[in-house]
């Protein structure tokens, strides 16, 4: 004959499983959206500001102009572009082609200071931290807070790439070897190609936290390797041989969490989890830009046919994904993004509902 | 005392590398290897002659691209749109500035001679159309001097010693016969450049030598042969000398610092351009009592 069960043990049962949510329950995962926030056309260089703040302002670089928007969309600078333009959401650089002066203006286009060495500006990826490219591409300098020169170093082949994160900054080489050095500039952890008949470094990525480094080098075969901080260096976890010949830089990026990898390959962008598991989001064209925002990841495509923007959540829900014309830009801070299209500014908010 | 040794290494890997070939029909040199750019040195040659068609200088495979236009740029590229091609031997060419949209991303071989890489533009930090070529021994990572690898060009314009200057604390004087030199060390510098019958503008292009001999005897002897990278600096091979220890300006090279003897001394700068030119200044100096 059959017992039904006691009280005592459906008491245990039910205890068991409010234990189990206690100790292994996940919050429902919020979704991320992008929604347009405004849109406008660039006034003229020049024109008079129309936002009193600078708070949360985005500068951007769009064709032929530069300069900043706050968050309203209301312009506070905007400068003919000289040359080339290294912007951040502490400011932006309007540079001359010979590179040899240019000036840190704040995102309200007031001068900060000028620096004299010849080099091309270039902020990392938080815009904490300028550096100077020389021009010929053989050596990097920080420069600090006043404009002066906090370290500099030259590099034993020419640079093929960089990526920034926390304090560090990753330099891919044409030599084959991945330099990572620290916010004193000192080399912290160096990666050559192995295996491949062709050395060359041609993508690299740091998580926002530096914790992890990534990088695509060799050609004959293509290899992925992923490396975790391990005390003062770094030590490969992951190393993966990719099925593609690309001789070009290969756009490479972290999410922000720095769990997932995200690269190009022809016709898509790779998106690598911790676990190991790697999704294939379609994606036409060569990545001009790569950037993780807050929750997301958006990628512009382009060429003299046009291109493509797409912004993901990760791994693989896509938010918006647009064909955009020849010459579009995107840059993003804090959440949001700007997307350049002819003279055009739209704002997209990525947000969490 | 700065007497750098030859890299003899350097010189027996050069003796190896394939003959090369120019890049491309107009042979005008704008800049030469060892220029003082800025606060570095040109690791390359520059050739102007306009735009045209630019060659492998040797057969070879693709192994990195970037077109201004059309690729990705996590760094600002003051090359401009490039092209590096691998050789034989662990050559390795550079072809910089050249037209956006000239160079093909897909094209892997390039024959001898054949199949142009791109066409000479003025892409980067460039101030006219103009192809940058640079050469890279992949073994020693040094960057070669193009012209000790090319076949010659002919060149009977003698490079320009203007001027031999000599400096000490609280002494700067351009030196002249019988000038008496403070009995301390001085520094010796000589403002030299190499000018070319085809450059109708007056560029400071730096010779293959430069040497100084002080009573017969050779104190220094700066090459412009090739430039290696060692403790994160970029020193000319053999050396420890970067930029600023060679340049004190532009044309401006810092020989020796010397200790001048009792008496009479002799100082010679000789200069010399890859064609063997040579211009010779020189110096009889007294030394001034203790």
Redesign the interface.
Known sequence: MKRKPSSRYRLFAFLGVCLYLVLFSRPLGKEAVVRPVWSRDVPAPGASAEGTTGADAICFHAGDVCGSVDPNGRFLAVDAVLY?V?VSSAGYVNYS????HWVLQDVRGNPRWSYA??????FSTDGGSLFS???????LRELDKNGEIAW????????????TGGDAVAVGL??GSLEVLSGR?E?TARFTTEGSR?R?V???ALAPDAGRAAYIAG?DPQTLVVAERRGAGYSVSYRMVLPMDL?????MEFSRSGRDLIWEEPGALVVLEQSGRAIRIPFHG?????ISQKAAVAALS???EGGEVLVFRPPSTVLAREAVPAGATLFGNDGRLLLGIDGRLLCLEIGEM | MRVPGIAIGLLLTAAMLPALDWPVQKRIVTGTFGEL????F???IDLGGGEQDVFPVHEG???????Q???????????GTIV?L?HQDGL?S?Y?HLKA?SVS?DR?NYPAGGVRVGVSGDT????GTHL?L?L?D?ES?A?LNPLGLLPPLADRQAPVVRSIEARAEGFSKALEDGMVLPSVPVEILAETYDPRADVPFVWPMAPYSVRLSLNGKEVSRILFESV??KE???RLSGTNLGAKDVYAGDRLLRCATINPTRGESHLIVTVTDFAGNESVREAFLKTADR
């Open positions: 080339g290294a082609r010979d590179a040899n060495g010849i080099g091309y500006p270039l490219v020389k021009t010929d591409l053989t050596g500099e170093r030259d590099f034993p082949s020419f640079i093929t790439c960089l990526a044409l030599d500039g080399r062709i060359v041609y993508g690299c050609a001789r070009r830089e290969i756009a060569a990545v001009k830009v790569l382009g060429s003299q | 750019r800025g606060d570095r040109h690791c390359g495979e693709l192994i990195f691209s970037a077109d236009e059309e690729s990705r740029c996590s760094v600002p590229r003051g090359l590096v691998s390795l550079v910089g949209g991303a892997r980067g930090s460039s101030s940058h640079m890279i992949r990572g960057f290696v990278v994160g600096k970029a």
